[in-house]
């Protein structure tokens, strides 16, 4: 295992607060220097992040004294002399270091991203709509397959011809058994029941979470054609339910077959309000669900809008653990529920990645990537030749993407600009390239050339912001400055101290040699030391100790004879100890071979064996210690020796606004 030196931990100390919510911050000035290494300048504000940070991360921390500003200054310099050596080296040229330090980026950028705040909008926003549930009727007027912009105002004119009946007194339930192109009408007169957030398409549900019960709204577009929507009830959310049942289907084949069913589930329910019945007997004996009968007919926990109306009304009635509900009537037969647990909706924090999953899985990661784009176009200028788009898309029509140099070639269009973000032009070679460069197969309604070139803006406008982070935004800059030093530091430290400390025996000896009085026993004794804790087996144990002299013979006698009768009566220890801190021996007369003491309430029986006198270790029984050690001295003379390669000025007046800073 690598050793850590005190610099070493002030990097993971460092580390350990970086996941503190970034907030913006754009500079304003040139930061003055705290100092310089070997003529490299540090900004006085990368130590006011750094520190700060700690401080927010204790809490009840009121300030720091000048003696804890002193050594952390000086920590600080230890931690700057060790990444100057590691640039100086080369360590931040290698592809080991560019790999993981952009790794590191990808996941740091991601927080101060335009789409991360408007994807943290849309989480709150469903999280918050999940408190309600709402029940809402609907027409749907459909549009015709393959439909054009003709077909679609036909379409909108229907739906306001119906909105227009409904206004004049029209009944909502006649109209969409009328009217409606959803099926289920037939069945529901467009009742779809209770539902939340992210159960409907996203229109539907922007349009529904804003009306009032009994509102009726204005045709609402979505995939599917037109809705008219009508908002029966808003309740609270009730969260998660769970419900075992018995089923009795209907046999379509028998004309009586309704009335059979009513009349066995009828039976069954009269059964079950007898005390003596046990619910999965009878779930077990009647029950014609195969999937739930063998499990007492237990379902999954389910939230509103998971399963058709009727039952889950039914089950959400329960209000008591236990509780029986009469039988209900749904489209697969009879049903008899039993209530067995009941669940609120989750905390926000509980609830976050599953949100997060939906939300990207449906419309509106596309209306995300929109409102993204349409801000970083806005923020750094993005200006299109308009003409020049037009025209590639008119050339290439519905071109394969391997077709789309040759038809660009012969065109002239290579050297031609498409667009400019801030000053920066891109030319249709430069579209080109990063089409070719890509493997990314189509799955877009979008021509190949439109796929193409909007991933292409995307990305360069993705860099644009990215370069504007590292330019601009100041925690980013100090957060991505403090990952890639703390690369580079573990780099060196791996290189010129744990390595080097772990692997270099002969130098690990010839340093235990050196300081051989670091590493000295104090007077120890030979001792097998039971603790009892169940004062009724004590005699047992005396027995087996009292009288008899340390040996392995003995102590393994008393083991195998507690491991079998009382395994929980005794705690025992062996072995050669220091006693002179020893919690019992320090207590102990090192004279008597057994004796007994009460130590903290409990009874302590002690056998002594051989006393070895004060004396140097073995380099064997103390190798961990002195590799710890050995790694602290390698980290003293790297210190010492950069130290002396980078001569170190510090700018007094920087550094007093640094600690007036801290204690602000």
């Given at each position: 295992m690598k050793h850590r030196s005190t610099s070493a931990y002030l990097f993971l100390f460092l580390l350990a607060f970086v996941t503190s919510s970034p907030k913006e911050s754009h500079a304003q000035s040139v930061p003055e220097p705290l100092l310089t290494l070997g003529g490299k300048p540090v900004d006085k504000d990368e130590l006011i992040y750094l520190l700060g940070k700690s401080q927010d991360a204790e809490t009840g921390t009121t300030g720091m004294s000048r003696e804890e500003f002193e050594e952390n200054i000086a920590l600080f310099i230890n931690y700057k002399l060790k990444v100057r050596e590691a640039e100086v080296k080369g360590l931040d040229k290698t592809e080991e270091f560019r790999l993981e330090f952009e790794s590191f980026k990808e996941n740091l950028k991601a927080p101060f991203l335009i789409k991360n705040s408007l994807e943290e909008g849309e989480l709150r926003k469903a999280y918050s709509r999940l408190q309600e549930v709402i029940r809402a009727s609907h027409i749907l007027i459909q549009f015709p397959p393959n439909a054009n912009s003709e077909d679609s105002l036909i379409v909108l004119k229907?739906?306001?011809?119906?909105?227009?009946?409904?206004?004049?007194?029209?009944?909502?339930?006649?109209?969409?058994?009328?009217?409606?192109?959803?099926?289920?009408?037939?069945?529901?007169?467009?009742?779809?029941?209770?539902?939340?957030?992210?159960?409907?398409?996203?229109?539907?549900?922007?349009?529904?979470?804003?009306?009032?019960?009994?509102?009726?709204?204005?045709?609402?577009?979505?995939?599917?054609?037109?809705?008219?929507?009508?908002?029966?009830?808003?309740?609270?959310?009730?969260?998660?339910?769970?419900?075992?049942?018995?089923?009795?289907?209907?046999?379509?084949?028998?004309?009586?077959?309704?009335?059979?069913?009513?009349?066995?589930?009828?039976?069954?329910?009269?059964?079950?309000?007898?005390?003596?019945?046990?619910?999965?007997?009878?779930?077990?004996?009647?029950?014609?669900?195969?999937?739930?009968?063998?499990?007492?007919?237990?379902?999954?926990?389910?939230?509103?809008?998971?399963?058709?109306?009727?039952?889950?009304?039914?089950?959400?009635?329960?209000?008591?653990?236990?509780?029986?509900?009469?039988?209900?009537?749904?489209?697969?037969?009879?049903?008899?529920?039993?209530?067995?647990?009941?669940?609120?909706?989750?905390?926000?924090?509980?609830?976050?990645?599953?949100?997060?999953?939906?939300?990207?899985?449906?419309?509106?990661?596309?209306?995300?990537?929109?409102?993204?784009?349409?801000?970083?176009k806005s923020r750094y200028s993005f200006d299109e030749n308009e003409v020049m788009a037009a025209t590639l898309r008119s050339s290439l029509g519905?071109?394969?993407?391997?077709?789309?140099?040759?038809?660009?070639?012969?065109?002239?269009?290579?050297?031609?600009?498409?667009?400019?973000?801030?000053?920066?032009?891109?030319?249709?070679?430069?579209?080109?390239?990063?089409?070719?460069?890509?493997?990314?197969?189509?799955?877009?309604?979008?021509?190949?050339?439109?796929?193409?070139?909007?991933?292409?803006?995307?990305?360069?406008?993705?860099?644009?912001?990215?370069?504007?982070?590292?330019?601009?935004?100041?925690?980013?800059?100090?957060?991505?400055?403090?990952?890639?030093?703390?690369?580079?530091?573990?780099?060196?430290?791996?290189?010129?101290?744990?390595?080097?400390g772990i692997e270099d025996s002969v130098a690990q000896y010839d340093f235990f040699k050196k300081n051989i009085k670091n590493y000295q026993w104090e007077n120890r004794a030979d001792a097998f030391i039971v603790k009892v804790l169940d004062l009724s087996k004590t005699d047992r144990a005396k027995s087996l100790l009292a009288g008899k002299s340390l040996s392995s013979e003995v102590?393994?006698?008393?083991?195998?004879?507690?491991?079998?009768?009382?395994?929980?009566?005794?705690?025992?220890?062996?072995?050669?100890?220091?006693?002179?801190?020893?919690?019992?021996?320090?207590?102990?007369?090192?004279?008597?071979p057994y004796q007994e003491l009460e130590i903290n309430g409990h009874l302590h029986l002690i056998l002594l064996g051989e006393k070895f006198p004060a004396g140097p270790k073995k380099f064997e029984e103390t190798r961990g210690l002195v590799i710890r050690d050995f790694q602290d001295y390698l980290d003293e003379q790297l210190i010492e020796e950069l130290q002396k390669k980078y001569p170190i000025t510090i700018n007094n007046t920087a550094k007093e606004e640094a600690f007036i800073s801290l204690n602000h």
């Open positions: 229907m739906a306001l011809k119906v909105k227009s009946e409904l206004e004049s007194g029209g009944n909502f339930n006649n109209l969409a058994l009328e009217y409606s192109d959803d099926p289920s009408a037939k069945q529901n007169n467009g009742d779809l029941g209770y539902f939340t957030a992210l159960q409907m398409v996203q229109p539907f549900e922007d349009a529904a979470y804003t009306m009032r019960p009994g509102e009726i709204s204005n045709p609402v577009l979505t995939n599917f054609g037109y809705h008219i929507i009508k908002v029966q009830d808003r309740q609270p959310n009730p969260g998660q339910v769970q419900v075992s049942h018995i089923l009795v289907r209907i046999d379509p084949s028998n004309p009586n077959g309704e009335d059979l069913a009513k009349r066995k589930v009828n039976d069954i329910y009269t059964q079950i309000q007898m005390e003596t019945t046990v619910w999965e007997d009878i779930v077990s004996n009647f029950s014609e669900d195969p999937s739930s009968s063998k499990k007492g007919g237990l379902l999954p926990p389910f939230s509103v809008g998971s399963m058709i109306p009727e039952f889950e009304m039914a089950a959400f009635t329960l209000t008591e653990i236990g509780e029986v509900s009469p039988p209900i009537r749904t489209q697969y037969g009879y049903h008899i529920l039993r209530l067995e647990e009941k669940k609120p909706v989750e905390a926000f924090e509980d609830l976050e990645e599953s949100i997060k999953s939906r939300i990207l899985r449906d419309s509106r990661s596309t209306m995300i990537k929109s409102q993204v784009m349409a801000i970083q519905n071109s394969p993407k391997s077709g789309f140099k040759a038809l660009i070639e012969s065109n002239g269009f290579t050297d031609q600009e498409l667009f400019k973000i801030g000053s920066k032009s891109f030319l249709v070679a430069d579209f080109l390239k990063y089409q070719s460069d890509e493997e990314t197969a189509i799955r877009s309604n979008l021509s190949p050339f439109d796929f193409w070139y909007d991933r292409f803006v995307a990305n360069e406008l993705n860099i644009a912001e990215e370069r504007d982070l590292a330019t601009n935004n100041k925690d980013y800059k100090m957060l991505l400055n403090e990952y890639r030093d703390g690369i580079l530091l573990f780099s060196l430290m791996n290189q010129e101290v744990w390595q080097k102590i393994s006698n008393f083991e195998n004879d507690a491991l079998q009768n009382n395994p929980l009566a005794f705690q025992t220890e062996k072995g050669v100890f220091e006693y002179k801190n020893h919690p019992v021996l320090s207590r102990a007369n090192l004279v008597l």
